[in-house]
Nanobody, 124 residues
């Protein structure tokens, strides 16, 4: 199976940027689709972005479209979430997830592997 570790979270002012990383180990990363989810205080975990086996398969939640970019570097076994123009409502714990499916999409139960999460706090 694959293990995932997120990093790159922190405190940033509104309008700022952060890049989250998701380091994978244990299996060949290129065989997995990847997704990012987030959980804000008092709310359920929600889909943010997903990247399938094919470079053309990406999907974003409407709330982050145009501001966030998901990518991956298979040579480094690492996935990324570039977050620009951050807003206070982006404050959450961000999780990366991996799936053996070619396209798990935005459905949380389609992802079998999860990282421990990284906190992102956006101040106004």
């Amino acid at each position: 199976q694959i293990q995932l570790v997120e990093s790159g979270g922190g405190l940033v002012q509104a309008g700022g940027s952060l890049r989250l990383s998701c380091a994978a180990s244990g299996r060949t990363f290129s065989y997995y689709s990847m997704g990012w989810f987030r959980q804000a205080p008092g709310k359920e975990r929600a889909f943010v972005a997903a990247f399938g086996w094919s470079a053309s398969n990406t999907l974003y939640a409407d709330s982050v479209k145009g501001r966030f970019t998901i990518s991956r570097d298979n040579a480094k076994n690492t996935g990324y979430l570039q977050m620009n123009d951050l807003k206070p409502e982006d404050t959450a714990v961000y999780y990366c997830a991996a799936s053996g499916s070619s396209w798990p999409g935005e459905t949380e139960r389609n992802y079998a592997y999860w990282g421990q999460g990284t906190q992102v706090t956006v101040s106004s």
